[in-house]
């Protein structure tokens, strides 16, 4: 570490130049370390980070609904799950009066029903075991006959298709660990699980599903909207990554070692998809060809971060424009009455994007570009004016409805 020097043998020019370079170190330290505690803060809430990245340091839930927007409880149009009673319920037990009155004592007559209450409850949960006898006949000429075992009943002992489709399911769908799929088995029906036995079911469903899962993919291909996103997961202590691609009524998921492009080619779907493919704007999904839209889910996290770790207020502007645009889409929808050529609907997004233009350029007056200094390669900006840059270049994905 440099020593200061004597300020007494300095001039004045001398110690206004030192102090200059001192106030401007202060600023590279501060901006520095604003830019570390930030990172630091990133979270599933204000980033595209998993909630698995969380760890125990989870963010507080915080709706991005105002009050007063929507009635609380379940909207309209929405299908309850209260419980209510069934019209023919499994077992009906009866709790009479008493034979007689308990003040004259003369017998009762015949008793009516005059209210039921129902409850509902599982039954005794444990495995029914089916044996499979193969019967066996000789006839007067001497030739024997015998019958034939189903072609699934193979072994001595074995589970039943319903029992390792439940193991699949816990393993599989609710993402239970093997060894607690096994004890929930044990717990809940009495028929515990080896990590194999679960292994081969896995296995065995996963060659069953595998002609469903070909066709899901050959639908995604052909709708005219998909989402796509990936996410990072561990393989053998390796990085990996699950490539997933939905609409309303289909999910396909596939694991594959790469990110980019490589896996999008082996996989086969997206190289041949021509429809709207709306994502978080990762450069592979550029280099396809078909239109696409940017998720402005992902946007609204990062916004979020620039709000409250840089404290900058433009950015929640821009999440209020962008809300307002998915309500009017959302309006739209529920009245059945999307027409995007309709001029009242199309004065209404381009008030909106004049709006949503005037908070970015709020937005650039807080986050100056760094301007190159000759070298060769690319500029490193900060988040919150990449994320700017990324908004107004790609502005009609972001708006693409």
């Known amino acids: 570490m440099q020593q200061l020097p004597d300020l007494s043998t300095l001039s004045s020019t001398q110690r206004d130049a030192l102090i200059l370079e001192l106030w401007a170190m202060v600023q590279t330290l501060t901006a520095q370390i604003n830019e570390l505690q930030a990172r630091l803060n990133l979270n599933s809430r204000n980033s595209s980070k998993p909630p698995s990245s969380d760890g ?31 019209a023919e319920p499994n077992v009906v037990v009866t709790h009479a009066p008493p034979e007689h009155c308990d003040v004259c004592h003369a017998p009762l007559g015949q008793a009516s029903v005059v209210e039921a209450r129902q409850v509902h409850d599982l039954p005794d949960l444990r495995y029914q075991v089916t044996e499979h006898r193969v019967l066996q006949a000789v006839c007067n000429c001497g030739k024997t006959h015998r019958g034939v075992f189903p072609p699934d009943v193979t072994a001595a002992v074995q589970y039943g ?10 393993n599989q769908y ?27 079911a896995n296995a065995e469903a996963a060659q069953v599903l595998a002609p469903t899962v070909t066709a899901i993919a050959q639908e995604l291909v052909n709708q005219p909207i998909v989402h796509a996103d990936e ?34 080619v082996e996989h086969g779907m997206l190289p041949l998809f021509k429809g709207t493919l709306a994502h978080d704007g990762w450069a592979s999904y550029r280099m396809l060809d078909c239109v696409h839209s940017l998720c402005n889910a992902h946007h609204i996290r990062e916004l979020t971060y620039v709000q409250e770790q840089l404290k900058q207020d433009w950015a929640g502007r821009s999440i209020e424009v962008l809300l307002s645009a998915n309500s009017l889409v959302h309006q739209q929808r529920a009245a059945g009455q999307i027409d995007h050529t309709a ?18 350029a709020e937005g650039d007056l807080l986050n100056p570009r760094v301007q190159s200094n000759g070298q060769r390669g690319r500029i490193k900006q900060s988040k919150a004016a990449n994320l700017i840059d990324r908004l107004r270049n790609y502005s009609d994905d972001v708006w693409l409805s």
């Open 161 to 170: 298709p319903r029992a390792k489709a439940a193991a699949v399911h816990l």
């Open 56 to 86: 125990l340091n989870k963010p507080q839930p915080k709706s991005l609904r105002k009050a007063g927007q929507r009635p609380v409880g379940g909207q309209k149009g929405h299908k309850g799950h209260t419980l209510s009673q069934a």
């Open 343 to 360: 001029p009242e609907y199309l004065q209404r997004v381009r008030d909106l994007r004049s709006q949503f233009e005037a908070t970015l």
């Open 231 to 264: 996410t990072g997961l561990r393989v053998n202590k390796s990085l990996h990554w699950l490539h997933t691609l939905v609409t309303g009524q289909l999910t396909w998921l596939k694991r594959h070692e790469k990110r980019g492009m490589v896996a999008f």
């Open 174 to 200: 609710q993402m239970l660990p093997l060894k607690r799929t096994g004890e929930v088995m044990g717990d809940l029906f009495d028929m515990p699980m080896s990590e194999a036995t679960i292994l081969s």
